[in-house]
């Protein structure tokens, strides 16, 4: 079979590039990933992981890993929303509608973001949205991010560690999310904690690329022991399931309250009157052998809303200009910006401070790749350096430990962060 891959990619390759050399003049901010040869370095990769792989930069979009994780934070609304309500079954309906939007920039995502470098940091403070996050690289092999953020007006704690565990199935790169995130609400003494789905990209090699995230997703309010447990379903051959989320919440007793359902990449809707839109089973079964080849075109684009239903989150529409910058959302299209007054706050190891994402998003790819392979040997060399003396890594603002509310091992917040005390911050740039 993979021959057969491998003969068709390189006709279309050809193809492709004739039309890329009479394109040659025109101005794209995005560059086309027909320029390289991904099957060359993907094909020794098969069933792999991708995390020791050095991939080409070409296949990025602009950001650092630590950067996209910070787009959890685009509906945080939801959050204060679920501080604001009295009823834990309705705080329920919001944080599981936060567990959803926190997904959905994944739509039509398809550029890789950086791989973050052992101690790199980002930050956002966003007070209109009404909180301020940190995240830390805690970890190269396995690569691990923690994060921490917090409400302005202190409604909430959100926090967690993700190993984003890739892999390369010939047609589709997978990525399963490892770890866990946790929300707390300290007016209520209440925590949350949930998985995300797999995400998974089809059609890396030839055809058009298309993104689809399936799994079980629980939230579970760990005090009153509610949970809302959530299938993101597999598209399936005919593409009737695509990008829909159904689930129930349900108390302690397991005795389901409502029905919750929609799409990742629309909306989130509740019914409390009619459970039969959902499937009665919850279990899931995705067989890679199934994957369909084109990206399914739905029979009606809209979820079918049952009268009475409640709608608990909508998605912001993306800019118009959207899909020639890597299909970021406004929120996406800010995470980058450097003013001239962060310049002396920022650590020296904030990704804004990474040259070779800066030297992408200005367009300049021949810089952007000497650049990564200067900065991922120099990390690589100074790993070297400290495994010939008795010197230890240490993460500067996280430390492991474990969740509190599940028990799992997880990388826990040092508390300091917000007092920019850099001294002996690395040089990793
Ligand atoms: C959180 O909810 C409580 C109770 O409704 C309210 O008093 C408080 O102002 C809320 N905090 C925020 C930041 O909305
Ligand atoms: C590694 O050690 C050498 C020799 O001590 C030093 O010159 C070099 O700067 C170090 N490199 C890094 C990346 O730490
Ligand atoms: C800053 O951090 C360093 C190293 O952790 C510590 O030795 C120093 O006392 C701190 N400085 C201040 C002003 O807190």
């Not at 799409?263 to 199934?290: N, R, Y």
């Not at 904030?350 to 952007?368: N, T, V, Y």
Request: glycine share 6%.
């Amino acid at each position: 079979e993979l021959t057969i891959v491998v003969g068709k990619t390189a006709q279309i390759w050809d193809q492709a590039k004739r039309q890329d050399q009479e394109n040659t003049n025109k101005d794209s901010p995005m560059f086309s990933r027909n320029d390289v040869s991904i099957w060359s370095i993907l094909k020794k990769c098969i069933g792999m992981e991708l995390s020791k792989i050095a991939m080409p930069v070409i296949l990025n979009e602009p950001l650092s890993f630590l950067q996209r994780l910070t787009e959890y934070m685009e509906h945080t609304y939801l959050i204060h929303q679920a501080n604001t309500t009295t009823d834990s079954m309705e705080r329920m309906k919001c944080v599981a509608a936060f567990a959803v939007s926190a997904v959905a920039s994944q739509w039509e995502r398809t550029g890789k973001p950086f791989n973050p470098l052992l101690g790199e940091t980002y930050e956002l403070i966003r007070e209109d949205l009404g909180f301020r996050w940190m995240s830390e690289q805690v970890s190269h092999h396995p690569p691990v991010s923690a994060f921490h953020a917090e409400g302005l007006q202190e409604d909430f704690l959100f926090h967690g560690s993700i190993y984003p565990k890739l892999k390369f199935w010939g047609k589709s790169v997978e990525a399963e999310p490892k770890g866990i995130i946790s929300l707390e609400l300290p007016k209520y003494n209440e925590a949350y904690t949930w998985t995300n789905p797999t995400c998974c990209v089809h059609n890396i090699i030839v055809g058009q690329l298309w993104i689809e995230q399936y799994g079980n997703v629980e939230v579970i309010n760990h005090k009153t022991g509610e949970r809302c447990s959530l299938i993101f379903k597999p598209c399936g051959l005919f593409g009737k399931e695509l990008h829909k989320v159904e689930g129930y919440i349900l108390d302690k007793s397991k005795k389901k309250l409502c029905a919750i359902y929609g799409k990742w990449t629309e909306l989130a809707i509740v019914s409390h009157t009619c459970f039969k839109v959902v499937s009665p089973c919850l279990s899931l079964q995705t067989s890679v052998d199934e994957e369909p080849e084109e990206m399914p075109l739905p029979d009606g684009d809209t979820v079918q809303v049952i009268p009475g239903s409640e709608l608990i989150w909508r998605i912001v529409p993306r800019p118009d200009n959207s899909a020639e910058f890597y299909a970021f959302s406004t929120f996406a299209m800010q995470l980058n910006e450097l003013e001239e007054g962060m310049k002396g706050v920022l650590p020296p190891t904030d990704c804004r401070l990474r040259p070779d994402i800066r030297h992408m998003e200005k367009g300049d790819m021949d810089s952007a790749s000497a650049e990564k392979k200067r900065v991922e040997e120099k990390q690589r060399l100074s790993r070297k350096n400290r495994s010939k003396s008795s010197e230890e890594w240490k993460t500067r603002w996280f430390h492991q430990g474990t969740n509190p509310h599940n028990k799992a091992q997880d990388w826990l917040y040092s508390n300091s962060y917000w007092d920019r005390n850099y001294s002996l911050l690395p040089d990793i740039y």
